[in-house]
């Protein structure tokens, strides 16, 4: 079993960014798929982001390409988002997420174990 723990988050004005880390306990984090996933008030969670177990593949949602980007440090338990170009409608709870199957997943059931959440409020 892994725990995530997020943090990172902030208040920032539009235009601005933030670098949102996730450090996992364990192991085993070498061994997971990891995504980014938001939820704004009032709407579903949403996925944002995913990289595959040694970095080789990265899959994001059309509304944040080229603004955001996903990593990982392997041999530090961790995963980051960069979030450039931020807009007000980015503004949401961030959650990172642990999957164990080989398969990249953009949908949060696939995905096994979450961390509590930051909060990202971007400005206008």
């Known amino acids: 079993q892994v725990q995530l723990a997020e943090s990172g988050g902030g208040l920032v004005q539009a235009g601005g960014s933030l670098r949102l880390s996730c450090a996992a306990s364990?192991?085993?984090?070498?061994?997971?798929?990891m995504g980014w996933f938001r939820q704004a008030p009032g709407k579903e969670r949403e996925f944002v982001a995913a990289?595959?177990?040694?970095?080789?593949?990265?899959y994001y949602t059309d509304s944040v390409k080229g603004r955001f980007t996903i990593s990982r440090d392997n041999a530090k338990n961790t995963v980051y988002l960069q979030m450039n170009s931020l807009k007000p409608e980015d503004t949401a709870v961030y959650y990172c997420?642990?999957?164990?199957?080989?398969?990249?997943?953009?949908?949060?059931?696939?995905?096994?174990?979450w961390g509590q959440g930051t909060q990202v409020t971007v400005s206008s």
């Open positions: 997420a642990g999957n164990v199957s080989l398969v990249v997943a953009t949908t949060s059931s696939d995905y096994d174990y």
């Open positions: 364990g192991r085993t984090f070498s061994s997971y798929v």
């Open positions: 990289i595959d177990r040694n970095s080789f593949h990265t």
